[in-house]
T-cell receptor, first 114, second 113 residues
Framework: ETGVTQTPRHLVMGMTNKKSLKCEQH?????MYWYKQSAKKPLELMFV???????ENNSVPSRFSPECPNSSHLFLHLHTLQPEDSALYLC?????????????FGPGTRLTVT | GESVGLHLPTLSVQEGDNSIINCAYS??????FIWYKQESGKGPQFIID???NMDKRQGQRVTVLLNKTVKHLSLQIAATQPGDSAVYFC????????????WGLGTSLAVNP
């Protein structure tokens, strides 16, 4: 167990659905991240929150909407997704301090868009 | 542009042998590097990191070597075990204002019993 949990573990949704991914970290970290992991591609950073403030948005389409109500919880709201959005969505947290960036990852949500 | 790549996409070793996973990076200004391991069905797990002011760092059964001259990073795993079978990623942190991690594609390590 890494101290980062994600729900659901698997999600199948149609292109017109609205769903949300949830992430919770029990490590007391001050930063949380959403990544997209697709086959044969490097891990893609989507969003970064530092002390609940969004500090990074890597040109992510607006059909992905993050929410960070507190430093322990992170959501990714999904609506009108495309089949190419099917991937493993990983949440991570870290304690930002200087250069070190040891990120702790959850198990991911395997998303399939039909 | 900035990129982190791997020399070998797959590596197969015998149990008990030493494994070496290589990584090349293109940003000579990067000053922090990390290795992660991802087992099937799990998220990446931190293994070891190294700063650019070092050329070697050792952990438990793992050693990371950094050669800044040729911009090369390697992860050595001693006495490889079946539990080491996973995909291994290197990541670099760029210098300057862009301090986010840049990830490589990953190398799949298969340990044969």
């Amino acid at each position: 167990e890494t101290g980062v949990t994600q729900t659901p573990r698997h999600l199948v949704m149609g292109m017109t659905n609205k769903k949300s991914l949830k992430c919770e970290q029990h490590l007391g970290h001050n930063a949380m991240y959403w990544y997209k992991q697709s086959a044969k591609k490097p891990l893609e950073l989507m969003f970064v929150y530092n002390f609940k403030e969004q500090t990074e948005n890597n040109s992510v389409p607006s059909r992905f909407s993050p929410e960070c109500p507190n430093s322990s919880h992170l959501f990714l709201h999904l609506h009108t997704l495309q089949p190419e959005d099917s991937a493993l969505y990983l949440c991570a947290s870290s304690q930002l301090a200087g250069d070190a960036d040891e990120q702790y990852f959850g198990p991911g949500t395997r998303l399939t868009v039909t | 542009g900035e990129s982190v790549g791997l020399h070998l996409p797959t590596l197969s070793v015998q149990e008990g042998d030493n494994s070496i996973i290589n990584c090349a990076y293109s940003n000579s200004a990067s000053d922090y590097f990390i290795w992660y391991k991802q087992e099937s069905g799990k998220g990446p797990q931190f293994i070891i990191d190294i700063r650019s002011n070092m050329d070697k760092r050792q952990g438990q059964r793992v050693t990371v070597l950094l050669n800044k001259t040729v911009k090369h990073l390697s992860l050595q795993i001693a006495a490889t075990q079946p539990g080491d079978s996973a995909v291994y990623f290197c990541a670099e942190k760029g210098a300057g204002n862009n301090r986010k991690l840049i990830w490589g594609l990953g190398t799949s390590l298969a340990v044969n019993p």
